[in-house]
């Protein structure tokens, strides 16, 4: 089985996300190809032909990043950073383009395309969440969705992911693979 992680992440949770989902593929398939791709690198030939797509990132203003919501949000951390005299760690890439750039480029695929839609997000039931709009926008790209879109927490803007989120992400990954065939005799 060969699977693309796409994800955007910029304090580097969603990364760490998208590795634990990774680490679940391969545990239910030993065999298993797994790439990680940043949003803003991704191509098209990511996406084509491979056996699973899964499509993740952080929340923000309720829902999927947009350019200005990262901008905005960048910019918000780095004061708040800077008046406690500390300096702000962003994931590499965090300020290019993200997961609203890369659907923009998606084309569309045929039936039997297998997808998976995930997101980090504050625990607040009112924080909202960006998986609903990946999911949607994986679909409306032709994409079957294998499970429900997913949310893992995370304790505050920066992080760090919430006790349990990266077992619960590996877990969340290999209920992902699809049982083996059985031959019947």
């Not at 990511?46 to 200005?68: F, K, N, Q, Y």
């Not at 949000?73 to 993200?98: F, R, T, Y």
């Not at 994986?138 to 995370?154: C, D, I, T």
Request: aromatic letters at 4%.
């Amino acid at each position: 089985m060969e699977a693309v992680i796409i994800y955007e992440s910029l304090f580097g949770n969603t990364h760490a996300v998208a590795e634990a989902i990774a680490e679940g593929v391969r545990h239910a398939d030993q065999h298993a190809r797994v790439r990680l791709v940043r949003a803003g690198e991704a191509e098209a030939a990511d996406s084509a032909a491979v056996d699973l797509l899964i499509v993740g990132g952080p929340t923000h203003v309720l829902r999927m990043s947009s350019e200005r919501t990262r901008q905005s949000g960048l910019a918000g951390e780095e004061k708040k950073a800077e008046s406690h005299g500390q300096h702000l760690d962003l994931e590499p890439g965090a300020e290019g383009p993200g997961l609203r750039e890369w659907f923009a480029s998606l084309a569309k695929v045929g039936a039997g395309h297998r997808a998976a839609a995930f997101d980090t997000r504050l625990g607040s039931h009112l924080a909202g969440g960006a998986a609903h709009g990946i999911a949607r926008k994986l679909r409306h790209h032709g994409y079957e969705l294998v499970a429900p879109p997913q949310g893992f927490v995370v304790e505050g803007t920066e992080g760090p992911l919430t006790k349990g989120e990266r077992a619960r992400a590996q877990a969340w990954g290999a209920s992902l693979v699809p049982a083996p065939a059985h031959t019947q005799v």
